[in-house]
Each structure stands twice: as structure tokens, then as C-alpha cells.
């Protein structure tokens, strides 16, 4: 049985690919912060009870921050494959911590590649990189592929350029199979609330249910290159089954605006929004209300721009090339931009729905909006 090792388990992508690689017989471990309240939502369906003599999926307390406890953590469990998921990876927020994000994403991944060398387990253990489409930052070339040049836009961008390229000199350095992954924007169900596409769905679904007036956004412009969190795991997974290790983009291949994902999202619960205005004084109107179980007024405005979402320095335009994923590895994406937004959109009707239930209880329910 193949030992993986992954850090970031509590968040998206962590969650699925655990799931991914239980299913393919590994015995996972992962690395969770200690944290006040219970922080494990999205890998509770795997939990399983520390009693049990025999388990596949066993937590440990840990911080990106702490190498002491990487290593001795690292020692002990001895993987075959490490997947470095963790990060502070909101982008907006790292123009807020900028210097806890360089530790956590820069250095901490300087610290599981050194506690490999360390334990003398460059041999044994594989390692992915969580590589970003940040990185591309100020547009130098499209599409963006692996041998497109870097400009990173943002204290969290720059963390990872040093996290690509201190996986690249290990690599080199040190003969490890350390390979980066540069993902374009990937997203779920159970996509962090805060990010651009899981605040739109959890609103289009609110807004329909008559939970929330407005959404408020930043730039409706950016245009993304927007994938599903399942598709972008399992190639997370062939990288580190490849022959050679090697850096690869995975991507679409199409991008989408901002506000187009907005209109996509409201139509799933049959609201058409139409756009009036311009930069930060643009407005979303309902045009019409076809839903048999939603019905909003039309002409009813429904989204403004809040420029206290833009930042200080924007990546506009974001389009992979995964051609070498594609022809060398034989990956393809199985979802497209509809199926997507669709599946997010699904996912918070049904969760609205049941604050809907509650509020019509007299239950209060959680209604913070960042
Ligand atoms: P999430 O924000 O959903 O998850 C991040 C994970 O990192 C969480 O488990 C979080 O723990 C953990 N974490 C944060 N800081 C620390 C720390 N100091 N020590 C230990 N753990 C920490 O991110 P995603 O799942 O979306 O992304 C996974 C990785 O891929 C990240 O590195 C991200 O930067 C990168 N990436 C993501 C893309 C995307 O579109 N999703 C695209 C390209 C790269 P907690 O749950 O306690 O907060
Ligand atoms: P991004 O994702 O910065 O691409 O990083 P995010 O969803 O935060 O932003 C995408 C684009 O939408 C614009 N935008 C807003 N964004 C947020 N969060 N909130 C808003 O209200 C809003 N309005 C407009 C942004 O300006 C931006 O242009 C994600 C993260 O998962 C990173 O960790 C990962 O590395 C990259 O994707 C690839």
C-alpha cells in the first residue's frame, strides 16, 4: 500500500484528493492546524475513529510554519508521495499578511523539500508542488504554458515563485522527484466561501431564496481560466506517476469574464441579469425571473461594484495551454465551465434551502459576507 502524505488536507483541494487516492487503495496522512473550533468539514466523511486499530486516513497536528514538526512528522510517516497543498492562498488577503504568506507558502514549502534531504528520503519520497497561474501575473504571453516567463502580481504570486523554483533547484540539486503543478483557477461545491465563484453561487442561491438583497464585487473584468477541483486532483496524482519529474500547466484552455460567470450562475436558478453602467458605478439589474419557485421583481437591482474588492496590483487575463499535459500524460477535463457552475449551483441551492427552513423557524442563520 503506497503512503501519501498531504499538506492543506482541510482545504478544497486536500479533500479531494484524498477522496481520489483512498479510492486507489493509499493510506493518507495529512497535516491539519490546530485550531480553536473543528476546522475539518470538508474531510469528515473520511474520518475515522483513532481507536480503530487498522486506519487509511489519520490527521496530525502540524503548521507549515513549524519545520521541527515537518520533519519529525515527515520521519514518521514515512511517504511515498508528499503533496504540498497548504498555503494562505487568497490572494487579496496576502496584500494583508504579506510576510506570514511568504512563510507559510515560500518557506514552508522550503521545509518539506529540506526535511526530505534531511531524512535522507530523496529516494524514497516523490513530491508535488502546489503551483500556481499567479504566477503569470501581468500578461507576457497567451495562452500561458510552461515555458511562458513569469510576472507575479501579488505578495502571494511572489511566495510561490520562490516555492516553483526552490522545487526546481531540489530537483536538480539534489536528484528529487519534485515536480510543480501549475494549476489555473480550479473550483467546487465546496470551493473556500470567500473566492470570487463560491461568493457568487452562494449569492445567486441566497438572492433567489430571499436571503441576501445584493451581491457586492471587486472587478468584473478579470477573465480566469476556470476548471473543476476533481479534474485538477487527479492530475495532481499522474504527476507524481510520471516517468520523469517534470513541471506541467493544467488548464482549460478557455477563459471566461468575471461577470459572464455571474450571468451563468443566476441563470441556473432562472434569473437573467442584465449589466448598466460602467467601472465601479456598473450595476446588476434582473431582466426576468422564469423559476417557478423564485420569483423576484424584474428590474430589481441586484449586484453593484464595491471597490474596496479591487487590488492594489490585478491579474487580468489568465488562459492555459496544457497541451503537455494533455499529449504526455493523456489528461483531459471531464467538466467544462457549465457543468461547473451548474454543480456549485446545485450544491448552494440545496444548502440555502435549509437556511431558508431555519429562518422560517425563527433560526438564525450565518450571514457574513467578505
Ligand atoms: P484552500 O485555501 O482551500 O486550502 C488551503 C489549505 O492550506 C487548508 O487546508 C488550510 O488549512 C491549509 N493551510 C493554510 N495555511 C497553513 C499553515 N500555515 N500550515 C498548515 N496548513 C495551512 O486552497 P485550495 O485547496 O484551493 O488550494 C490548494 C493549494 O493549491 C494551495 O497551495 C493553493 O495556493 C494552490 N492553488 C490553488 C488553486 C485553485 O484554484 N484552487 C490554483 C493553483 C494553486 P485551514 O483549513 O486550517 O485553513
Ligand atoms: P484568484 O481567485 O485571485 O484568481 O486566486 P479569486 O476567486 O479570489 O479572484 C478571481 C478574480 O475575481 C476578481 N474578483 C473578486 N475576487 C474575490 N475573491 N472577491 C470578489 O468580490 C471579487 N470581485 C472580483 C478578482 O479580482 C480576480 O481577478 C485563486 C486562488 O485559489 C489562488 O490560490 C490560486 O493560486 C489562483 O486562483 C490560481
Known amino acids: ?73 515527515i520521519q514518521e510517516i514515512q511517504p511515498d508521495e508528499i503533496y504540498n497543498l497548504a498555503a494562505m492562498s487568497h490572494v487579496q488577503v496576502s496584500f494583508e499578511i504579506p510576510e506570514y504568506t511568504g512563510n507559510a507558502d515560500g518557506l514552508g514549502t522550503l521545509r518539506i523539500l529540506d526535511a526530505v534531504r534531511l531524512l535522507k528520503m530523496e529516494k524514497k519520497t516523490r513530491i508535488y508542488q502546489a503551483s500556481t497561474s499567479e504566477l503569470y501575473g501581468k500578461v507576457q504571453e497567451v495562452p500561458q504554458s510552461e515555458t511562458t516567463p513569469f510576472y507575479p502580481r501579488s505578495p502571494y504570486a511572489v511566495a510561490k515563485l520562490y516555492a516553483y523554483w526552490i522545487t526546481v533547484n531540489y530537483r536538480e540539486a539534489y536528484n528529487m522527484f519534485a515536480c510543480n503543478g501549475i494549476l489555473f483557477n480550479h473550483e467546487s461545491p465546496i470551493r473556500g466561501e470567500t473566492f470570487v465563484t463560491r461568493k457568487i453561487t452562494r449569492a445567486a442561491a441566497k438572492i433567489a431564496l430571499g436571503l441576501q438583497d445584493k451581491l457586492f464585487l471587486g472587478n468584473l473584468d478579470a477573465r480566469r481560466d476556470w476548471g473543476h477541483a476533481k479534474d485538477y486532483v487527479r492530475m495532481m496524482w499522474m504527476i507524481l506517476q510520471a516517468e520523469e519529474p517534470e513541471d506541467w500547466v493544467i488548464a482549460t484552455g478557455n477563459t471566461t469574464p468575471v461577470r459572464e460567470f455571474v450571468k451563468m450562475a443566476f441563470a441556473e436558478v432562472g434569473i437573467e441579469l442584465e449589466f448598466k453602467g460602467e467601472g465601479v458605478k456598473e450595476k446588476g439589474y434582473i431582466k426576468s425571473c422564469a423559476h417557478p419557485d423564485f420569483q423576484l421583481e424584474k428590474g430589481r437591482e441586484v449586484l453593484a461594484v464595491d471597490p474596496k474588492y479591487f487590488r492594489p496590483t490585478e491579474v487580468d487575463l489568465l488562459i492555459g495551454d496544457a497541451s503537455k499535459a494533455n499529449n504526455k500524460l493523456g489528461w483531459t477535463p471531464e467538466f467544462d465551465l457549465p457543468a461547473l457552475v451548474k454543480d456549485m449551483m446545485e450544491n448552494d441551492v440545496k444548502l440555502m434551502q435549509k437556511d431558508r427552513h431555519l429562518q422560517d423557524g425563527g433560526y438564525d442563520t450565518f450571514n457574513y459576507y467578505e
Open 1 to 73: 500500500m503506497k503512503v501519501a502524505f498531504i499538506t492543506g488536507i482541510t482545504g478544497q483541494d486536500g479533500a479531494y484528493l484524498s477522496e481520489f487516492l483512498l479510492k486507489k487503495g493509499y493510506i493518507v496522512h495529512g497535516l491539519k492546524r490546530r485550531t480553536s473550533l473543528f476546522n475539518t468539514d470538508r474531510v469528515d466523511h473520511l474520518y475515522q475513529d483513532p481507536h480503530v486499530e487498522k486506519r487509511n486516513f489519520i490527521l496530525h497536528y502540524g503548521d507549515m510554519t513549524d519545520s521541527t514538526n515537518l520533519i519529525r512528522l
